[in-house]
Protein backbone atom coordinates (compact mmCIF):
# COMPACT_ATOMS: atom_id res chain seq x y z
CA UNK A 1 0.00 0.00 0.00
CA UNK A 2 1.15 3.45 -1.16
CA UNK A 3 2.46 5.54 2.30
CA UNK A 4 3.08 8.76 1.66
CA UNK A 5 3.97 8.89 -1.79
CA UNK A 6 1.44 7.59 -4.91
CA UNK A 7 3.44 6.02 -8.07
CA UNK A 8 0.93 4.95 -10.31
CA UNK A 9 -2.30 5.24 -11.23
CA UNK A 10 -4.07 1.97 -9.67
CA UNK A 11 -1.68 1.50 -6.61
CA UNK A 12 -3.39 0.60 -3.45
CA UNK A 13 -3.84 3.53 -1.24
CA UNK A 14 -6.65 2.34 1.12
CA UNK A 15 -8.80 -0.63 2.26
CA UNK A 16 -12.55 -0.04 2.82
CA UNK A 17 -13.86 -3.20 5.13
CA UNK A 18 -18.02 -3.19 4.86
CA UNK A 19 -20.34 -6.14 5.05
CA UNK A 20 -21.88 -5.45 1.68
CA UNK A 21 -20.38 -4.14 -1.56
CA UNK A 22 -22.94 -1.26 -2.11
CA UNK A 23 -22.14 0.35 1.61
CA UNK A 24 -18.01 -0.10 0.43
CA UNK A 25 -19.42 1.62 -3.09
CA UNK A 26 -20.65 4.71 -0.38
CA UNK A 27 -17.77 4.56 1.72
CA UNK A 28 -15.61 5.70 -1.10
CA UNK A 29 -17.34 8.19 -1.92
CA UNK A 30 -16.86 10.05 1.60
CA UNK A 31 -13.13 8.78 1.66
CA UNK A 32 -11.10 12.28 1.01
CA UNK A 33 -7.46 11.94 0.05
CA UNK A 34 -4.89 15.00 -0.48
CA UNK A 35 -2.30 15.34 -3.35
CA UNK A 36 0.48 17.24 -4.19
CA UNK A 37 1.04 16.69 -7.78
CA UNK A 38 4.43 15.63 -8.84
CA UNK A 39 6.34 15.47 -12.06
CA UNK A 40 4.31 12.39 -14.02
CA UNK A 41 6.86 10.65 -15.55
CA UNK A 42 5.13 8.58 -18.07
CA UNK A 43 7.81 7.86 -20.89
CA UNK A 44 11.38 6.25 -20.24
CA UNK A 45 13.46 8.58 -21.76
CA UNK A 46 11.85 11.50 -19.63
CA UNK A 47 12.45 9.50 -16.54
CA UNK A 48 16.22 8.69 -17.37
CA UNK A 49 16.21 12.42 -18.03
CA UNK A 50 14.29 13.89 -14.73
CA UNK A 51 15.73 15.30 -11.92
CA UNK A 52 12.37 13.80 -9.84
CA UNK A 53 12.85 10.24 -8.93
CA UNK A 54 10.16 7.69 -8.63
CA UNK A 55 12.05 6.12 -5.35
CA UNK A 56 14.21 8.36 -3.79
CA UNK A 57 16.37 5.57 -2.42
CA UNK A 58 17.31 4.69 -5.59
CA UNK A 59 18.92 7.70 -6.25
CA UNK A 60 18.16 7.58 -9.94
CA UNK A 61 14.92 5.99 -12.21
CA UNK A 62 17.71 3.95 -13.99
CA UNK A 63 17.14 0.76 -11.65
CA UNK A 64 19.33 -1.71 -13.66
CA UNK A 65 21.89 -2.04 -16.56
CA UNK A 66 23.53 -5.00 -18.28
CA UNK A 67 26.47 -2.47 -17.91
CA UNK A 68 26.41 -1.49 -14.39
CA UNK A 69 25.77 -5.69 -14.24
CA UNK A 70 29.37 -5.93 -15.54
CA UNK A 71 28.06 -6.98 -19.17
CA UNK A 72 29.52 -5.41 -22.05
CA UNK A 73 28.39 -1.76 -23.17
CA UNK A 74 27.23 -1.06 -26.92
CA UNK A 75 30.40 0.00 -28.81
CA UNK A 76 28.12 2.23 -31.13
CA UNK A 77 28.35 2.70 -34.62
CA UNK A 78 32.42 1.51 -34.32
CA UNK A 79 31.10 -1.70 -34.86
CA UNK A 80 29.29 -1.22 -38.20
CA UNK A 81 32.82 0.26 -39.67
CA UNK A 82 32.62 -2.42 -42.74
CA UNK A 83 29.37 -2.88 -43.45
CA UNK A 84 28.57 -1.60 -46.70
CA UNK A 85 24.95 -0.90 -45.62
CA UNK A 86 23.74 0.35 -42.23
CA UNK A 87 20.40 1.13 -40.79
CA UNK A 88 19.16 2.13 -38.11
CA UNK A 89 15.27 2.13 -36.43
CA UNK A 90 13.70 3.13 -33.54
CA UNK A 91 10.55 0.85 -32.12
CA UNK A 92 8.64 1.21 -29.21
CA UNK A 93 7.11 -2.31 -28.68
CA UNK A 94 3.93 -1.20 -26.96
CA UNK A 95 2.93 -1.44 -23.00
CA UNK A 96 -0.26 -4.27 -23.14
CA UNK A 97 -2.60 -5.46 -20.71
CA UNK A 98 -2.72 -9.11 -20.04
CA UNK A 99 -7.19 -9.10 -19.83
CA UNK A 100 -7.48 -12.07 -18.16
CA UNK A 101 -11.52 -13.30 -18.60
CA UNK A 102 -11.31 -13.90 -14.70
CA UNK A 103 -9.90 -10.51 -13.24
CA UNK A 104 -8.33 -10.98 -9.64
CA UNK A 105 -9.99 -11.94 -6.55
CA UNK A 106 -9.45 -13.89 -3.42
CA UNK A 107 -10.92 -14.44 0.14
CA UNK A 108 -9.47 -15.12 3.57
CA UNK A 109 -9.93 -16.56 7.01
CA UNK A 110 -8.26 -17.84 9.96
CA UNK A 111 -9.12 -21.47 11.35
CA UNK A 112 -7.54 -22.83 14.38
CA UNK A 113 -4.74 -20.24 14.33
CA UNK A 114 -3.73 -21.32 10.32
CA UNK A 115 -4.40 -18.71 7.82
CA UNK A 116 -6.43 -20.27 4.77
CA UNK A 117 -6.70 -17.84 1.70
CA UNK A 118 -7.78 -18.40 -1.96
CA UNK A 119 -6.06 -16.34 -4.55
CA UNK A 120 -6.68 -16.66 -8.22
CA UNK A 121 -3.00 -17.20 -9.34
CA UNK A 122 -0.02 -19.41 -11.06
CA UNK A 123 1.63 -20.02 -8.50
CA UNK A 124 0.06 -21.33 -4.77
CA UNK A 125 3.27 -22.44 -3.54
CA UNK A 126 5.36 -19.41 -4.38
CA UNK A 127 2.23 -17.39 -3.22
CA UNK A 128 2.18 -18.84 -0.15
CA UNK A 129 5.55 -17.26 0.78
CA UNK A 130 4.85 -13.66 -0.06
CA UNK A 131 1.63 -13.98 2.39
CA UNK A 132 3.41 -15.58 5.14
CA UNK A 133 6.20 -12.45 4.92
CA UNK A 134 2.93 -9.83 4.81
CA UNK A 135 1.38 -11.66 8.16
CA UNK A 136 4.89 -12.27 9.42
CA UNK A 137 3.74 -16.10 10.26
CA UNK A 138 5.17 -19.65 9.26
CA UNK A 139 4.48 -20.55 5.46
CA UNK A 140 3.33 -24.20 7.30
CA UNK A 141 0.44 -21.79 9.01
CA UNK A 142 -1.10 -20.59 5.76
CA UNK A 143 -2.56 -23.23 3.12
CA UNK A 144 -3.31 -21.07 -0.23
CA UNK A 145 -6.45 -22.68 -2.43
CA UNK A 146 -5.90 -22.00 -5.99
CA UNK A 147 -9.55 -23.03 -7.84
CA UNK A 148 -10.22 -22.83 -11.47
CA UNK A 149 -7.96 -19.57 -12.98
CA UNK A 150 -9.63 -17.92 -15.81
CA UNK A 151 -6.23 -16.66 -17.48
CA UNK A 152 -3.49 -15.26 -16.00
CA UNK A 153 -0.50 -14.59 -18.87
CA UNK A 154 2.14 -14.52 -16.35
CA UNK A 155 0.49 -11.25 -14.62
CA UNK A 156 -1.07 -13.54 -11.69
CA UNK A 157 2.68 -15.26 -10.83
CA UNK A 158 3.15 -13.17 -7.54
CA UNK A 159 0.37 -11.83 -4.98
CA UNK A 160 -0.59 -8.23 -5.58
CA UNK A 161 -1.29 -6.11 -2.19
CA UNK A 162 -4.89 -6.37 -1.84
CA UNK A 163 -3.87 -10.22 -1.73
CA UNK A 164 -1.39 -9.74 0.81
CA UNK A 165 -3.24 -7.65 3.21
CA UNK A 166 -6.33 -9.52 3.43
CA UNK A 167 -4.73 -11.92 6.11
CA UNK A 168 -4.50 -9.13 8.29
CA UNK A 169 -7.80 -7.57 7.57
CA UNK A 170 -9.62 -10.61 8.51
CA UNK A 171 -7.45 -11.08 11.45
CA UNK A 172 -8.24 -7.72 12.52
CA UNK A 173 -12.32 -7.91 11.93
CA UNK A 174 -12.74 -11.43 13.28
CA UNK A 175 -14.63 -12.79 10.11
CA UNK A 176 -13.84 -14.11 6.99
CA UNK A 177 -12.88 -11.35 4.30
CA UNK A 178 -13.02 -11.39 0.76
CA UNK A 179 -11.82 -8.80 -2.13
CA UNK A 180 -12.77 -8.97 -6.01
CA UNK A 181 -11.70 -6.38 -8.78
CA UNK A 182 -13.97 -4.70 -11.40
CA UNK A 183 -12.50 -4.60 -14.87
CA UNK A 184 -11.83 -1.23 -14.89
CA UNK A 185 -9.76 -1.77 -11.82
CA UNK A 186 -7.91 -4.77 -13.63
CA UNK A 187 -6.98 -2.73 -16.73
CA UNK A 188 -4.37 -0.69 -14.13
CA UNK A 189 -4.15 -2.61 -10.97
CA UNK A 190 -3.18 -6.47 -12.66
CA UNK A 191 0.80 -5.72 -13.56
CA UNK A 192 1.00 -4.82 -17.83
CA UNK A 193 3.55 -6.45 -20.54
CA UNK A 194 6.18 -5.61 -22.96
CA UNK A 195 6.38 -1.62 -22.64
CA UNK A 196 10.37 -1.94 -24.29
CA UNK A 197 11.65 1.29 -26.32
CA UNK A 198 14.40 -0.43 -29.19
CA UNK A 199 17.11 1.53 -31.01
CA UNK A 200 18.41 -1.40 -33.71
CA UNK A 201 21.63 -0.89 -35.68
CA UNK A 202 22.16 -3.50 -38.36
CA UNK A 203 24.29 -3.57 -41.07
CA UNK A 204 26.03 -5.95 -43.55
CA UNK A 205 26.68 -6.35 -47.47
CA UNK A 206 24.85 -5.44 -50.52
CA UNK A 207 24.47 -8.63 -51.29
CA UNK A 208 22.30 -9.64 -48.41
CA UNK A 209 24.96 -10.84 -45.47
CA UNK A 210 24.20 -9.23 -42.38
CA UNK A 211 27.60 -8.78 -40.86
CA UNK A 212 26.51 -6.80 -37.33
CA UNK A 213 23.59 -6.00 -34.97
CA UNK A 214 23.44 -3.93 -32.07
CA UNK A 215 20.16 -3.63 -29.95
CA UNK A 216 19.52 -0.90 -27.07
CA UNK A 217 16.89 -1.97 -24.72
CA UNK A 218 15.21 0.70 -22.59
CA UNK A 219 12.73 -1.71 -20.57
CA UNK A 220 9.60 0.54 -18.42
CA UNK A 221 9.47 -1.20 -15.32
CA UNK A 222 6.17 1.07 -14.41
CA UNK A 223 6.03 2.10 -10.74
CA UNK A 224 7.53 -0.79 -9.21
CA UNK A 225 11.04 -2.50 -8.96
CA UNK A 226 10.19 -5.74 -9.56
CA UNK A 227 9.77 -7.98 -12.13
CA UNK A 228 9.53 -5.65 -15.06
CA UNK A 229 13.00 -5.16 -14.08
CA UNK A 230 15.03 -7.94 -15.07
CA UNK A 231 12.90 -9.20 -18.12
CA UNK A 232 15.60 -7.00 -20.38
CA UNK A 233 18.57 -8.17 -18.91
CA UNK A 234 17.84 -11.59 -18.66
CA UNK A 235 15.27 -12.62 -21.07
CA UNK A 236 15.77 -9.79 -24.17
CA UNK A 237 19.26 -10.14 -24.47
CA UNK A 238 19.92 -13.66 -24.29
CA UNK A 239 17.54 -14.34 -26.59
CA UNK A 240 18.68 -10.67 -29.27
CA UNK A 241 20.87 -12.76 -31.86
CA UNK A 242 17.13 -14.75 -32.87
CA UNK A 243 18.24 -17.58 -35.07
CA UNK A 244 20.60 -15.81 -37.61
CA UNK A 245 24.75 -16.19 -37.79
CA UNK A 246 25.82 -12.54 -37.20
CA UNK A 247 29.30 -12.22 -36.78
CA UNK A 248 29.34 -9.13 -34.47
CA UNK A 249 26.48 -8.87 -31.93
CA UNK A 250 25.90 -6.03 -29.09
CA UNK A 251 22.77 -5.50 -26.83
CA UNK A 252 22.31 -3.08 -23.83
CA UNK A 253 19.54 -2.87 -21.68
CA UNK A 254 18.27 -0.23 -19.46
CA UNK A 255 15.66 -0.80 -16.82
CA UNK A 256 13.91 2.71 -15.63
CA UNK A 257 10.76 3.23 -13.27
CA UNK A 258 7.78 5.22 -14.26
CA UNK A 259 4.49 6.75 -12.88
CA UNK A 260 3.01 4.08 -14.85
CA UNK A 261 1.64 0.38 -13.72
CA UNK A 262 4.11 -1.98 -12.96
CA UNK A 263 5.43 -4.30 -15.65
CA UNK A 264 5.16 -7.87 -15.25
CA UNK A 265 6.65 -11.29 -16.99
CA UNK A 266 3.93 -11.24 -19.37
CA UNK A 267 3.28 -13.63 -22.33
CA UNK A 268 7.19 -14.57 -23.02
CA UNK A 269 8.28 -11.73 -21.13
CA UNK A 270 11.28 -10.43 -22.61
CA UNK A 271 12.11 -13.04 -25.34
CA UNK A 272 8.98 -11.43 -27.83
CA UNK A 273 10.37 -8.12 -27.93
CA UNK A 274 13.91 -9.64 -28.69
CA UNK A 275 11.91 -11.49 -31.51
CA UNK A 276 10.15 -8.40 -32.91
CA UNK A 277 13.33 -6.34 -32.60
CA UNK A 278 15.82 -8.34 -34.58
CA UNK A 279 12.52 -9.18 -37.09
CA UNK A 280 11.96 -5.45 -38.35
CA UNK A 281 15.65 -5.26 -38.07
CA UNK A 282 15.45 -7.53 -41.11
CA UNK A 283 12.70 -6.66 -42.71
CA UNK A 284 14.21 -3.23 -42.80
CA UNK A 285 17.82 -4.34 -43.98
CA UNK A 286 15.96 -6.34 -46.87
CA UNK A 287 14.07 -3.08 -48.11
CA UNK A 288 17.13 -1.04 -47.87
CA UNK A 289 19.44 -2.95 -50.41
CA UNK A 290 16.33 -4.73 -52.43
CA UNK A 291 15.78 -8.35 -51.53
CA UNK A 292 12.85 -10.28 -50.90
CA UNK A 293 12.72 -10.39 -46.43
CA UNK A 294 12.37 -13.97 -47.19
CA UNK A 295 15.60 -14.62 -49.09
CA UNK A 296 17.76 -11.93 -46.65
CA UNK A 297 16.46 -14.60 -43.92
CA UNK A 298 17.67 -17.74 -45.81
CA UNK A 299 21.15 -15.92 -46.19
CA UNK A 300 21.37 -15.48 -42.51
CA UNK A 301 19.95 -18.13 -40.63
CA UNK A 302 22.11 -20.16 -38.57
CA UNK A 303 22.54 -23.76 -40.36
CA UNK A 304 20.86 -26.81 -39.01
CA UNK A 305 22.46 -27.91 -36.04
CA UNK A 306 21.53 -31.33 -33.85
CA UNK A 307 24.11 -30.57 -31.13
CA UNK A 308 24.41 -27.01 -28.87
CA UNK A 309 25.28 -24.09 -30.72
CA UNK A 310 26.64 -21.22 -28.51
CA UNK A 311 25.59 -17.62 -30.21
CA UNK A 312 27.90 -14.60 -30.13
CA UNK A 313 25.42 -13.04 -27.82
CA UNK A 314 26.69 -16.27 -25.48
CA UNK A 315 23.46 -17.86 -25.05
CA UNK A 316 23.57 -21.76 -25.83
CA UNK A 317 20.65 -23.43 -28.13
CA UNK A 318 19.79 -27.08 -27.56
CA UNK A 319 18.91 -27.85 -31.42
CA UNK A 320 17.53 -26.15 -33.95
CA UNK A 321 16.78 -26.20 -38.15
CA UNK A 322 15.29 -22.66 -38.50
CA UNK A 323 15.41 -22.61 -42.50
CA UNK A 324 13.56 -26.05 -42.62
CA UNK A 325 10.53 -24.32 -40.50
CA UNK A 326 10.97 -20.90 -42.66
CA UNK A 327 10.22 -23.23 -45.95
CA UNK A 328 7.67 -25.01 -45.05
CA UNK A 329 5.67 -21.95 -44.33
CA UNK A 330 6.57 -20.56 -47.21
CA UNK A 331 5.48 -23.57 -48.85
CA UNK A 332 2.07 -23.91 -46.94
CA UNK A 333 1.49 -19.89 -48.03
CA UNK A 334 2.48 -20.21 -51.43
CA UNK A 335 5.20 -17.72 -50.79
CA UNK A 336 6.04 -17.23 -54.66
CA UNK A 337 2.22 -16.82 -55.65
CA UNK A 338 1.45 -14.39 -53.28
CA UNK A 339 4.28 -12.17 -54.15
CA UNK A 340 3.74 -12.28 -57.81
CA UNK A 341 0.43 -11.22 -56.75
CA UNK A 342 1.56 -8.53 -54.85
CA UNK A 343 3.17 -6.95 -57.45
CA UNK A 344 0.41 -7.22 -60.00
CA UNK A 345 -1.77 -5.02 -57.80
CA UNK A 346 1.20 -2.44 -57.21
CA UNK A 347 1.65 -2.66 -60.82
CA UNK A 348 -2.41 -1.73 -61.53
CA UNK A 349 -2.20 0.77 -58.96
CA UNK A 350 -5.22 -1.48 -56.88
CA UNK A 351 -6.81 0.12 -54.35
CA UNK A 352 -6.54 -3.13 -52.36
CA UNK A 353 -3.35 -3.42 -51.67
CA UNK A 354 -1.73 -7.18 -50.55
CA UNK A 355 1.16 -6.97 -47.42
CA UNK A 356 3.18 -10.32 -46.50
CA UNK A 357 4.85 -10.27 -43.59
CA UNK A 358 7.62 -13.20 -42.38
CA UNK A 359 8.97 -13.96 -38.81
CA UNK A 360 11.51 -16.63 -38.06
CA UNK A 361 11.92 -17.04 -34.60
CA UNK A 362 13.40 -19.06 -31.43
CA UNK A 363 12.65 -18.77 -27.93
CA UNK A 364 13.89 -20.44 -24.45
CA UNK A 365 11.28 -22.20 -22.59
CA UNK A 366 11.61 -23.74 -18.73
CA UNK A 367 14.66 -21.82 -18.28
CA UNK A 368 12.99 -20.31 -14.93
CA UNK A 369 14.83 -21.65 -11.65
CA UNK A 370 14.45 -23.93 -9.94
CA UNK A 371 14.39 -26.01 -13.37
CA UNK A 372 12.57 -29.08 -11.64
CA UNK A 373 8.52 -29.88 -10.23
CA UNK A 374 7.34 -31.93 -8.04
CA UNK A 375 4.72 -34.89 -8.73
CA UNK A 376 3.04 -37.59 -6.45
CA UNK A 377 0.47 -40.08 -7.82
CA UNK A 378 -1.93 -42.11 -5.32
CA UNK A 379 -3.49 -45.18 -6.25
CA UNK A 380 -6.83 -45.62 -4.32
CA UNK A 381 -7.94 -49.14 -2.95
CA UNK A 382 -10.80 -48.75 -5.65
CA UNK A 383 -8.13 -48.55 -8.39
CA UNK A 384 -9.20 -44.51 -9.55
CA UNK A 385 -5.38 -42.36 -9.60
CA UNK A 386 -4.74 -39.18 -8.06
CA UNK A 387 -2.37 -36.74 -9.47
CA UNK A 388 -1.05 -34.44 -7.56
CA UNK A 389 1.02 -31.55 -9.42
CA UNK A 390 3.28 -28.72 -8.61
CA UNK A 391 1.98 -26.85 -12.19
CA UNK A 392 -1.40 -24.66 -11.48
CA UNK A 393 -3.53 -24.69 -14.85
CA UNK A 394 -5.40 -21.70 -15.76
CA UNK A 395 -6.03 -22.52 -19.55
CA UNK A 396 -3.59 -24.95 -20.76
CA UNK A 397 -5.21 -28.06 -20.46
CA UNK A 398 -2.74 -29.54 -17.51
CA UNK A 399 -5.54 -32.05 -16.03
CA UNK A 400 -6.06 -33.85 -19.75
CA UNK A 401 -2.39 -33.79 -20.26
CA UNK A 402 -1.57 -35.29 -17.42
CA UNK A 403 -4.10 -37.93 -16.97
CA UNK A 404 -2.70 -38.97 -20.51
CA UNK A 405 0.48 -39.06 -19.54
CA UNK A 406 -0.11 -41.19 -16.29
CA UNK A 407 -2.37 -43.02 -18.62
CA UNK A 408 0.16 -44.19 -21.15
CA UNK A 409 2.23 -45.29 -18.28
CA UNK A 410 -0.03 -47.26 -15.70
CA UNK A 411 -2.84 -48.45 -18.08
CA UNK A 412 -5.60 -46.94 -16.04
CA UNK A 413 -8.85 -45.41 -17.92
CA UNK A 414 -7.80 -41.50 -18.39
CA UNK A 415 -11.53 -42.01 -16.73
CA UNK A 416 -10.26 -43.66 -13.87
CA UNK A 417 -7.65 -40.19 -13.18
CA UNK A 418 -8.12 -36.86 -11.38
CA UNK A 419 -5.66 -34.19 -11.25
CA UNK A 420 -4.69 -32.23 -8.24
CA UNK A 421 -2.77 -29.22 -7.78
CA UNK A 422 -2.96 -25.81 -6.54
CA UNK A 423 -3.32 -26.74 -2.68
CA UNK A 424 -0.31 -25.88 -0.27
CA UNK A 425 -1.51 -28.66 2.14
CA UNK A 426 -2.25 -31.17 -0.47
CA UNK A 427 0.67 -30.31 -2.82
CA UNK A 428 3.08 -27.79 -0.41
CA UNK A 429 5.86 -27.87 -2.83
CA UNK A 430 5.66 -26.97 -6.67
CA UNK A 431 6.91 -24.37 -9.12
CA UNK A 432 3.49 -23.16 -10.84
CA UNK A 433 2.98 -22.46 -14.41
CA UNK A 434 5.14 -19.75 -16.32
CA UNK A 435 7.99 -19.41 -18.65
CA UNK A 436 6.73 -22.20 -20.77
CA UNK A 437 7.63 -24.76 -18.55
CA UNK A 438 4.66 -27.05 -17.11
CA UNK A 439 4.74 -30.11 -19.96
CA UNK A 440 8.45 -30.21 -20.15
CA UNK A 441 9.05 -30.03 -16.44
CA UNK A 442 5.62 -30.28 -14.88
CA UNK A 443 4.53 -33.44 -17.22
CA UNK A 444 7.67 -35.05 -17.22
CA UNK A 445 7.61 -35.16 -13.88
CA UNK A 446 4.31 -37.24 -13.83
CA UNK A 447 6.08 -39.53 -16.30
CA UNK A 448 8.72 -40.30 -13.99
CA UNK A 449 6.80 -40.84 -10.91
CA UNK A 450 4.21 -42.72 -13.04
CA UNK A 451 7.24 -45.01 -14.59
CA UNK A 452 8.43 -45.48 -11.00
CA UNK A 453 5.19 -46.26 -9.68
CA UNK A 454 4.74 -48.93 -11.79
CA UNK A 455 8.55 -50.70 -10.60
CA UNK A 456 6.70 -50.27 -6.70
CA UNK A 457 3.57 -51.85 -7.66
CA UNK A 458 5.04 -54.49 -10.09
CA UNK A 459 7.01 -55.78 -6.02
CA UNK A 460 3.55 -56.21 -4.89
CA UNK A 461 1.95 -58.01 -7.36
CA UNK A 462 4.85 -60.30 -7.31
CA UNK A 463 3.88 -60.82 -4.02
CA UNK A 464 0.26 -61.35 -4.69
CA UNK A 465 1.20 -63.55 -7.68
CA UNK A 466 3.48 -65.58 -5.92
CA UNK A 467 6.05 -64.50 -8.72
CA UNK A 468 9.48 -63.76 -9.00
CA UNK A 469 9.62 -59.32 -9.77
CA UNK A 470 11.68 -59.67 -12.92
CA UNK A 471 8.40 -61.79 -14.09
CA UNK A 472 6.09 -59.40 -14.19
CA UNK A 473 4.50 -57.37 -17.17
CA UNK A 474 1.88 -54.55 -16.68
CA UNK A 475 -0.76 -55.04 -19.47
CA UNK A 476 -1.11 -50.70 -20.26
CA UNK A 477 -4.31 -51.77 -22.27
CA UNK A 478 -5.98 -53.38 -19.07
CA UNK A 479 -4.26 -51.85 -16.51
CA UNK A 480 -3.43 -55.39 -14.66
CA UNK A 481 -0.28 -57.35 -13.48
CA UNK A 482 -0.04 -60.81 -14.90
CA UNK A 483 3.42 -63.02 -15.00
CA UNK A 484 4.56 -63.05 -18.01
CA UNK A 485 3.11 -65.70 -20.89
CA UNK A 486 0.57 -65.71 -18.28
CA UNK A 487 -2.00 -63.45 -18.61
CA UNK A 488 -5.29 -65.18 -17.38
CA UNK A 489 -4.06 -64.80 -13.95
CA UNK A 490 -3.43 -61.00 -12.97
CA UNK A 491 -3.69 -58.28 -10.56
CA UNK A 492 -5.08 -55.12 -10.85
CA UNK A 493 -4.39 -51.77 -9.88
CA UNK A 494 -7.04 -52.24 -6.94
CA UNK A 495 -5.73 -55.31 -6.15
CA UNK A 496 -1.82 -54.09 -5.49
CA UNK A 497 -3.41 -50.45 -3.91
CA UNK A 498 -4.90 -52.50 -1.29
CA UNK A 499 -1.56 -54.99 -0.98
CA UNK A 500 -0.03 -51.82 -0.35
CA UNK A 501 -2.54 -50.30 2.38
CA UNK A 502 -6.37 -51.19 2.54
CA UNK A 503 -7.26 -47.46 3.64
CA UNK A 504 -4.78 -45.13 1.41
CA UNK A 505 -3.78 -47.14 -0.99
CA UNK A 506 -0.24 -47.00 -2.95
CA UNK A 507 1.44 -43.86 -3.33
CA UNK A 508 5.11 -42.47 -5.36
CA UNK A 509 6.33 -38.85 -5.20
CA UNK A 510 9.14 -37.61 -6.95
CA UNK A 511 10.60 -34.52 -8.78
CA UNK A 512 12.44 -33.61 -12.03
CA UNK A 513 14.79 -32.05 -12.69
CA UNK A 514 15.61 -30.53 -15.97
CA UNK A 515 19.28 -30.79 -17.68
CA UNK A 516 18.85 -27.60 -19.32
CA UNK A 517 16.09 -24.60 -21.37
CA UNK A 518 15.02 -25.87 -24.05
CA UNK A 519 15.25 -23.44 -27.78
CA UNK A 520 11.84 -23.98 -29.81
CA UNK A 521 11.54 -22.40 -32.69
CA UNK A 522 8.99 -21.59 -35.77
CA UNK A 523 8.22 -19.75 -38.69
CA UNK A 524 4.93 -17.42 -39.57
CA UNK A 525 3.84 -15.60 -42.56
CA UNK A 526 1.12 -13.36 -42.01
CA UNK A 527 -0.86 -12.40 -45.89
CA UNK A 528 -3.23 -9.17 -45.64
CA UNK A 529 -4.95 -6.70 -47.37
CA UNK A 530 -5.20 -3.25 -46.96
CA UNK A 531 -7.26 -0.78 -48.27
CA UNK A 532 -5.19 2.40 -49.28
CA UNK A 533 -8.06 4.46 -48.82
CA UNK A 534 -9.02 3.77 -45.33
CA UNK A 535 -6.34 2.41 -44.03
CA UNK A 536 -8.89 -0.71 -43.17
CA UNK A 537 -6.68 -4.00 -42.93
CA UNK A 538 -8.16 -7.41 -43.51
CA UNK A 539 -6.42 -10.42 -42.34
CA UNK A 540 -6.18 -13.31 -45.28
CA UNK A 541 -3.90 -15.84 -44.32
CA UNK A 542 -1.47 -17.10 -41.60
CA UNK A 543 0.66 -19.73 -41.21
CA UNK A 544 2.44 -20.85 -38.55
CA UNK A 545 5.24 -23.35 -38.43
CA UNK A 546 6.21 -24.24 -34.54
CA UNK A 547 8.78 -26.60 -33.34
CA UNK A 548 6.25 -28.34 -30.81
CA UNK A 549 8.52 -30.94 -29.71
CA UNK A 550 6.80 -34.48 -28.69
CA UNK A 551 2.61 -33.57 -28.94
CA UNK A 552 0.69 -35.30 -25.96
CA UNK A 553 -2.58 -33.69 -27.26
CA UNK A 554 -2.97 -32.85 -31.30
CA UNK A 555 -5.94 -30.98 -30.03
CA UNK A 556 -4.78 -28.71 -26.67
CA UNK A 557 -1.63 -27.92 -29.86
CA UNK A 558 -3.54 -26.52 -32.09
CA UNK A 559 -5.57 -24.56 -29.75
CA UNK A 560 -2.65 -23.28 -27.99
CA UNK A 561 -1.25 -22.34 -31.04
CA UNK A 562 -4.74 -20.93 -32.26
CA UNK A 563 -5.16 -19.25 -29.55
CA UNK A 564 -1.58 -17.45 -29.53
CA UNK A 565 -1.98 -15.91 -32.99
Not at 93 to 106: D, K, Y
Not at 190 to 214: E, S
Not at 393 to 404: A, D, F, N, R, Y
Not at 523 to 552: F, L, M, S
Request: hydrophobic share 40%.
Amino acid sequence: MAIGKVRWVGELVAAIVTERPDQGEDAIERAVIEYETLEPLIDVEQAMNSKTLIYEECGSNIVMGTVEMGMPDNTGDALFKDCEVVVKGRFMNQRVAPCPLEARGSAATWIDGRLHQWISTQHAQGVRGEVAKANKIDAEKIRIITPDVGGGFGAKISAYSEELLLGNISKHVGKPVRWRETRSESMVGLGHGRAQLQYITIGGTKAGRVTAYQLNAIQDSGGWVEVGTVLAPFMTRPMSQGVYDIERMECRTTSVVTNTTPIVAYRGAGRPEATAAIERAIDLFAAEIGKDPAEVRRINLIPKFMETHKTKIGHTYDVGDYGAALEKAMAIAKYSEARAEQAERRKRGDKIQLGIGVSVYVEITGGVDPMQEHAKINILPNGRAVVYTGTSPHGQGHVTSWSMIASSETGIDIKDIDVVWGDTDLVPSGGGTMGSRSLQQGGAAVQKVSIELVDEARKLAAQLLEANESDIVLDKTTGAFHVAGTPSISKSWSDVAKAADAKTGLAHEGIFVASSATFPFGAHIAIVEVDTETGQVKHRRHIACDDAGKVVNPLILDGQIHGGI
